[in-house]
Every structure is written in structure tokens, then in C-alpha cells.
């Protein structure tokens, strides 16, 4: 994929939908809520447990453009009948760990299951070998979302650690897997 110099690429999914991933634009803010606030929703197991509003999302928005244009962040949206669908990004590390790239990622329930995950991280880890500057991706996922940590295996990564009771979840103390991605640069 030529995501880096294309900007856009459409891909089909397992079940035949074409979905186009390309770079977050400033116009997308308001789908960028409604994305993020679905996955709020329905208490996907996911780092952010309170909706967004439209200034914080904006906020947020023009930080992540602003990275993306210094080359501090890669990120893809997902986008299938003009509705954002997934969302993942590289965010590069500062000072000492300059070198490392955390990954994250999210899909719209409904929308899981169909491969989009794993086209979506082939796309930004081919854009993350690129960079020269990342030498070790590395990821954080909750303990009880089973089929993250499975995409993320079939992607290559490995368990690197395991912080107990990191996240509250659905009202439990929910352990925190540390990945990283073997083969990658130094990992």
C-alpha cells in the first residue's frame, strides 16, 4: 500500500466492503466524536471511558494534525459510506525513547470481525517501518480483550509484561499486557 504518498487507499473487507483508509482531516471532527462516543457506548474495553464533546474532539484533532505534520504521529482513519469505522496510530515516543512507537487502534462495533483490524495495522506498520526513526513498536491492550491480543499475535506481537490491576473495567481491577513487536528494529 502507498498510503505515505497516495494519501488514500481503498481496501475491500472479508465480507466484501469497500472501506477507504487515509489520513485524519479537519473536516472529520464531528465523525471523529460520533466514532469515539460510539465506542464510549458501548463500553468497549478501551483506555477512554467518557464521551468527547465537539471542543474536546476539535482540541484533539488539532493536536493530532499538528503531530501528524511534524512527523511526531502516523494515523489512519477507516471510512465506509462516509462514516468513520476505525481509527489506529503510531505515536512516536520523546527524549530517550525517541526511538519507540506506541500502536493503537479501534474499530466501531458492527464492524469488527471482517479483517479491517488487520488490513488497518498492515497499513500502519508498513508506514511505521518506513520511518526511519521507529525502532520498536510497542502496545498496551486490557487483559480481557481477547480478540485484540489475538490480532496483535497474528500481527507478531509478544507479551513483554503484564501490570496487574492497571484498569478499572465494568467495575473489576483489569491487568494491562504490555506488547511489543518482535522483529522489529531492535525488539
Not at 496510530?89 to 479501534?106: C, D
Not at 488490513?119 to 508506514?127: F, G, N, R, V, Y
Amino acid at each position: 500500500m502507498c498510503l505515505k504518498l497516495c494519501k488514500t487507499v481503498k481496501v475491500k473487507t472479508k465480507d466484501g466492503k469497500v472501506v477507504t483508509l487515509r489520513r485524519p482531516r479537519r473536516s472529520d471532527v464531528k465523525q471523529l466524536q460520533s466514532f469515539i462516543n460510539s465506542l464510549v457506548d458501548e463500553d468497549a474495553p478501551i483506555l477512554i471511558n467518557e464521551r468527547a464533546t465537539l471542543k474536546g474532539e476539535k482540541e484533539w484533532l488539532k493536536w493530532l494534525l499538528k503531530d501528524i505534520g511534524k512527523n511526531k504521529k502516523h494515523c489512519l482513519v477507516a471510512v465506509y459510506k462516509g462514516e468513520i469505522i476505525g481509527n489506529i496510530e503510531l505515536r512516536k515516543g520523546k527524549g530517550r525513547n525517541s526511538h519507540v512507537a506506541e500502536y493503537a487502534i479501534a474499530v466501531k462495533g458492527g464492524c469488527r470481525n471482517i479483517g479491517l483490524a488487520t488490513i488497518m495495522s498492515k497499513a500502519i506498520l508498513d508506514i511505521g517501518k518506513k520511518d526511519k526513526e521507529i525502532k520498536l513498536i510497542e502496545l498496551g491492550v486490557l487483559s480481557v480483550n481477547k480478540p485484540a491480543m489475538q490480532l496483535y499475535k497474528k500481527l507478531g506481537f509478544r507479551q513483554v509484561t503484564r501490570l496487574r490491576k492497571r484498569f478499572k473495567y465494568k467495575e473489576k481491577y483489569i491487568d494491562d499486557i504490555i506488547m511489543d513487536l518482535k522483529g522489529f528494529g531492535i525488539a
